[in-house]
Nanobody
Framework: QVQLVESGGGLVQPGGSLRLSCAVSGSILSINAMGWYRQAPGKGRELVAAIRSEGITNYTESVKGRFTISRDNAKNTVYLQMNSLKPEDTAVYYC????????????????WGQGTQVTVSS
């Protein structure tokens, strides 16, 4: 099993920055990708950024150039650095771990974090 614990959310003014952290424990070797999702009130959950075990990253278009996903393997932690925050970035942010099955060539969820609230408001 994999366990994820997020931290770092909070209230920030537009244009400000926050860094989210996701501490990973458990069956870490089973993880092939880590991601950050977010869910705003009344909306579905969307992928914000992801990083694969080989280091490849991808971002949703609305955060490109503002957010950066990274990891520290020594600390078993994944980060989401969020700069130039906008009110529309307000959401609950969730850390996610996934594994890829080479036999079925499909991704499977391993774990979700409990979520951390990010509010961008003046």
């Amino acid at each position: 099993q994999v366990q994820l614990v997020e931290s770092g959310g909070g209230l920030v003014q537009p244009g400000g920055s926050l860094r989210l952290s996701c501490a990973v424990s458990g069956s870490i070797l089973s993880i092939n990708a880590m991601g950050w999702y977010r869910q705003a009130p009344g909306k579905g959950r969307e992928l914000v950024a992801a990083i694969r075990s080989e280091g490849i990253t991808n971002y949703t278009e609305s955060v490109k150039g503002r957010f950066t996903i990274s990891r520290d393997n020594a600390k078993n932690t994944v980060y989401l650095q969020m700069n130039s925050l906008k009110p529309e970035d307000t959401a609950v942010y969730y850390c996610h771990a996934a594994t890829f099955s080479s036999s079925s060539r499909a991704w499977y969820d391993l774990a979700w974090g409990q979520g951390t609230q990010v509010t961008v408001s003046s």
